[in-house]
């Protein structure tokens, strides 16, 4: 029986604290990257997507470099309907839109 020696990562992860922080950046970060591509997807400025969606520049522009903003699942509908995308929660296989 070998004992295998544990990676920083998952000596890091395995702390409670660590696990929480990395999780709710790590969904930041996929969420600033959605964002990003697609605006980039679209050709839509952050001034076209604040204009379409209601949402100020500045919020827009923190949550493009990953600066921590607090948003609300409105927000995240509003700046995604413009780029063509909807929010959904699935359960047991059946969607509900989340909508506006």
């Known amino acids: ?5 544990k990676s920083t990562f998952d000596r ?3 702390e409670p604290e660590q696990r929480k922080k990395f999780e709710k950046e790590y969904t ?3 969420f600033s990257e959605l964002l990003l591509e697609a605006m ?4 839509i400025s952050v001034r ?3 204009k379409e969606s209601g949402i100020s520049t500045s919020i827009i522009q923190n949550m493009r470099s990953m600066k921590p903003t607090n948003i609300t ?3 995240m509908a509003s700046l995604l ?3 063509g995308y909807q ?3 699935t359960k047991d296989g059946k969607n509900v839109e989340l909508s506006l």
């Not at 029986?1 to 020696?5: A, I, L």
């Not at 980039?40 to 050709?43: A, K, N, R």
């Open 48 to 50: 076209e997507l604040s």
């Open 28 to 30: 930041q970060f996929l």
């Open 1 to 5: 029986m070998t004992n295998k020696k």
């Open 73 to 75: 699942i409105k927000t």
């Open 87 to 89: 929010l959904v929660a």
């Open 81 to 83: 309907k413009p780029l």
């Open 40 to 43: 980039d997807e679209e050709h």
């Open 12 to 14: 890091f992860i395995n």
